[in-house]
């Protein structure tokens, strides 16, 4: 492995990841894991997207002002990275998100080093064939948004878009129709084609699986929402662990 370039960001000891919580309002939650964190605070603080169930910068009916209140203050203790999923995008205008480093879908992958190693960091929703690449770049192009924002002040038309995304329903992989071995394979293949850098593992949510291949060469990051769990830097490995104490 060649000698680490120092403008990759590391990921340190006790980093903690979390992925898909889908929070929609009513849920606690989400709200009392990040009131556990602003008491004892990890390293770093990975929201790996799809953090709520909607959240549109540019649409205000979408934010939650008391988590994104939660965030803010998160990151003002702890450096906060949040990867913008299909749930959650043009984030960057948001002014309780102004001290945390947003990714949007189209940085993505990014690359963080931890023991001179890389590892590619993404919600997950890449490599998914054309239709849906063109889909979601349309929806999560700034022009895009603006519209969506505007059209957003229309109660009735809001309603019909927003209802069935909020009434979809959110499950976990499901295990016993998945290859587990063959989807890392598969994924850590898709990603090395795409990256400039050898890479040494992949850390991605969006498949809802929650499972570890080979010593953290690929990460598929549970879903919070399915299973109130996180995964956490933990003596140099990565680990699924409860969320809630």
Known sequence: MPRLKA???????NALFIADAHHQQ??????????QLRANPPSQLF???DLFQIFVGSIKHTHAPHILEQIESLSRQTPVF??????DLGLSGVA???NTTIYPRSAQPVIFSHKDKLYALAHGDLFLGFGYGLYIRLLANPLSLKILGLLAHIKPLYTAISTPIYAKRIRTYPQNA??????AKARLERYAKQSPQPLSGVIEGHFHIGRIYQDSMYVSLPSFYCTKEVTKLSEGSLVVCPALS
Do not use: V
């Open 47 to 49: 929201l790996m997207g």
């Open 178 to 183: 998945l290859d587990f071995t063959h989807f």
């Open 26 to 35: 009513g849920m606690a939650d989400l709200p009392d894991f990040l009131e």
């Open 82 to 87: 949040y990867f913008e999923g299909n749930h």
């Open 96 to 98: 309780q998100l102004k």
């Open 7 to 13: 403008s990759f960001p590391t990921i340190l000891e």
